[in-house]
C-alpha cells in the first residue's frame, strides 16, 4: 500500500534524505581516492623496478 | 479591463504571468526585489540569458494586476508551448542536465534554485530547452540543502528512470502527476536491480523509504561541496541513461516497399507542391522520424513533428540535438502525441495547461502517409479528420492511401473489411466540406496521391 503524507511538506523530509546522500558520496569519493592511491603507488614501484 | 494572472501562475509569491493584448509579460512583486536584483546585479541574468539557457526579457511599463507589483517585464514570446508530457526521453533528459547546470551556475553567484520542475523549462522553434521561469532564483544559504532537491527528483529523474528502465511511454505519466511522480510510486515501478544502482537507489529508492516527519531535531550543517556532489551525481547519472529499444517506425522506410525511389518521388512531389505558397509553419501530424521535416526546415519552415511513437520522436529529437552542439541548427520542435488521443486541458480548473488543440495553430498541417492508419486502423471517418485539420491549419497536404496498397492491406489483415466508404471519391467529398482543392499530384511508383486543400 501506498503511504501518502498530505500534510506533510514534502521538501522537509528531503532535507535529511539529502545529508545521508552527500555522505555517501563523500565516502565514496574518498573511497575511490584512496584505491586510486594505493593503486598508483603500486604502479609507481612497479616502474621503479 | 484589468490583466488577471495566468490561470497556472498561482503559485510564487514572487510573481505571476498575465497575458495584455496577446503579449506574455511577468509581475515582479515587491516581495522578490531583492533576489530579482542580486540575478540582475550579479551577472547570472547576462551569463545564462547569453547561453540561451534563461528566457531572455525586457522592461515593460505597463501596470501590474495588483498592488503587489514591483515591476513587469516581457519575456521573449515562446510558441507553441509543449508540455514535458508531450516531451521525448532526450528532451525530458535535455531539460533535468539544463536545470543542474543553471543551479551550478547559480551557486556561483550565492543564487539557488527554488523550483526544479520540469513545467519551468520549454522547448523553443529549434526543439532547444530553454528555463522559463525568471523568479525561481533565491539567495542560496551553503548551510541549508538544496530546497528543490525533491521536487527535481519527483519531476525529473522519477519519469526519466521509469522512461529508461521500463517504457519511453511513461514520461506521459506527468500529465497525471504535474507536480512529479511520488517517489514510493516510482519505486514501485522500477525494477528491482535499480535498487543497486546509485543513481536510482540513492535518490528514489533510499527517500520513499524514509518516513517524512520532524526531520532531525538537531541542526545538521550542510555545505557547498556537499551540494556539489549531489549536483555533479545527479547530472552524470542522468546525462548517460538511455532509453534504448526499437520503434515502430524506425525502419519504416528501409524494410518496406516504401524504400528507395517512392521516398525521393514523395519528397519531390511534396516539394514542388508547396513552392511559392506563403507557408511558414507546419504541423507534422504523424511526422515518424522526421524525414519530411527535416526536408522542409532545411527550406526555412517552421516545422512542429508530432507522432504517436516515443522512440521515433525521440530519435528526430536526439539528432536536431547534435546537429545544433555542431552548429547546424533546424527549426525542428519534435513532440510525441497520439492524434487520437490529444493531451487535454489539465489542472486547476481545467485551465493551468490548455488542450493540445488550442495551443497548435500552424500554416499548414502535413498528413503523410496517416490516412490509412487513422482511417482502417482506427476507424474514423474522414469527415472527422477534415473537421480537425482545418482546426489547425488553413492548408492540408494530405496523402490519400488506397485500400490495395500493401500497407492499407497490411492494416486490414486481422480485421473484417467493413470500410466500403474508404475511397478516394468518398475521401475528396468529406473534406470538401471544409476546403477546397488547390492542388493533386500522383507520387510516381506507387498509387497513392497527395492533396493540397485550402481552408473555405
Excluded at chain 2, 486490414?412 to 499530384?441: C, I, M, Q, V
Amino acid at each position: 500500500m501506498h503511504r501518502i503524507y498530505l500534510y506533510v511538506d514534502p521538501g522537509s523530509g528531503s532535507y535529511l534524505v539529502q545529508v545521508i546522500v552527500a555522505a555517501t558520496l563523500g565516502a565514496a569519493f574518498y573511497f575511490k581516492v584512496g584505491v586510486n592511491w594505493v593503486k598508483s603507488f603500486f604502479q609507481r614501484k612497479k616502474k621503479e623496478d | 479591463m484589468p490583466s488577471t494572472p495566468h490561470p497556472a501562475s498561482y503559485r510564487d509569491p514572487a510573481g505571476h504571468v498575465f497575458l495584455q493584448d496577446g503579449v506574455v509579460y511577468r509581475q515582479v512583486n515587491r516581495s522578490y526585489q531583492e533576489d530579482f536584483g542580486k540575478l540582475m546585479d550579479s551577472g547570472l541574468y547576462a551569463t545564462l540569458s547569453g547561453k540561451g539557457w534563461l528566457i531572455e526579457h525586457e522592461d515593460a511599463s505597463i501596470p501590474g494586476t495588483d498592488d503587489r507589483a514591483w515591476k513587469i517585464i516581457r519575456p521573449r514570446r515562446i510558441d507553441p508551448i509543449t508540455y514535458p508530457y508531450e516531451w521525448s526521453f532526450s528532451q525530458l533528459q535535455e531539460a533535468a542536465c539544463l536545470t543542474l547546470d543553471i543551479q551550478k551556475e547559480a551557486m556561483k553567484v550565492g543564487l539557488s534554485l527554488k523550483d526544479a520542475t520540469p513545467f519551468n523549462v520549454i522547448f523553443d522553434k529549434q526543439g532547444a530547452a530553454i528555463f522559463i521561469d525568471t523568479l525561481s532564483f533565491e539567495t542560496y544559504h551553503p548551510e541549508d540543502p538544496w530546497v528543490a532537491y525533491h521536487q527535481f527528483c519527483t519531476g525529473f529523474l522519477a519519469p526519466l528512470l521509469l522512461a529508461a528502465k521500463r517504457d519511453p511511454d511513461l514520461i506521459r505519466f506527468l500529465a497525471l502527476h504535474p507536480e512529479g511522480i511520488p517517489l514510493e510510486r516510482c519505486a514501485s515501478l522500477l525494477p528491482r536491480s535499480t535498487r543497486f544502482q546509485t543513481l536510482s537507489a540513492l535518490h528514489i529508492h533510499l527517500p520513499s523509504k524514509m518516513k517524512p516527519g520532524k526531520g532531525p531535531t538537531k541542526k545538521i550543517v550542510f555545505s557547498k561541496d556537499k551540494l556539489h556532489r549531489i549536483i555533479d551525481h545527479l547530472r552524470s547519472g542522468i546525462a548517460t541513461l538511455k532509453c534504448e529499444g526499437p520503434s515502430t517506425w524506425s525502419d519504416y522506410y528501409e524494410e518496406t516497399i516504401l524504400g528507395g525511389g517512392y521516398l525521393e518521388a514523395k519528397k519531390k512531389a511534396v516539394t514542388e507542391l508547396l513552392a511559392g505558397k506563403s507557408i511558414d509553419t507546419i504541423f507534422d501530424a504523424g511526422s515518424n522520424t522526421g524525414e519530411f521535416s527535416m526536408l522542409l526546415a532545411a527550406e526555412g519552415k517552421r516545422v512542429i513533428a508530432a507522432d504517436v511513437d516515443a522512440r521515433s520522436v525521440d530519435q528526430l529529437a536526439r539528432k536536431i540535438s547534435l546537429e545544433r552542439s555542431q552548429g547546424t541548427v533546424r527549426s525542428i520542435l519534435p513532440i510525441v502525441v497520439d492524434l487520437m488521443n490529444p493531451p487535454p486541458a489539465i489542472g486547476w480548473g481545467n485551465s493551468e495547461r490548455p488542450a493540445f488543440l488550442d495551443r497548435i495553430r500552424t500554416d499548414l498541417t502535413l498528413a503523410l502517409a496517416l490516412v490509412h492508419h487513422l482511417a482502417l486502423g482506427r476507424n474514423l471517418p474522414f469527415s472527422k479528420m477534415s473537421e480537425t485539420f482545418a482546426r489547425i491549419s488553413p492548408w492540408l497536404l494530405i496523402e490519400f492511401v488506397p485500400k490495395h496498397d500493401p500497407k492499407a492491406q497490411e492494416l486490414l489483415k486481422h480485421r473484417k473489411d467493413g470500410f466500403t466508404e474508404y475511397n478516394e471519391t468518398n475521401f475528396l467529398a468529406a473534406f470538401s466540406e471544409h476546403y477546397e482543392l488547390a492542388e493533386r499530384r500522383g507520387i510516381q511508383g506507387l498509387d497513392r496521391t497527395l492533396f493540397l486543400f485550402r481552408r473555405k
